[in-house]
């Protein structure tokens, strides 16, 4: 038998907005204790950030060094409040799919 464990690394209490303005990383920089109590009993979790966690050099930093053991995994998932919006793909105005191809040289992306 084998155990995924999954860890959802994110800022703290992110289901409040006002804390998600003011973001703080506090259980990140907790996470080495964690790790620790994961390698005493041989389990490799995988440590699942937002974009928020990467960009903060502190939270960058505490998962570098617990990649760098060699004992667990780094992985990305996203909040749709902290996604942009893309612009449709268009084709000289007019939209279409991402799989199409134009020739028109009006062609624009989502930047």
Known sequence: MHLLVGIDTEGDNQWDARARANQRFEN???LPALH???ERHGVRPTYVITHPVAADAPSAAVLRQLQARGTCEIGAHHHAWRRRRARPRTCGGTPTPRTSRCGSSR????R
Do not use: E, I, T
């Not at 062609?107 to 989502?110: E, G």
């Open 28 to 30: 990140v920089y907790a």
């Open 36 to 38: 620790a109590l994961f």
């Open 107 to 110: 062609h624009s992306s989502p």
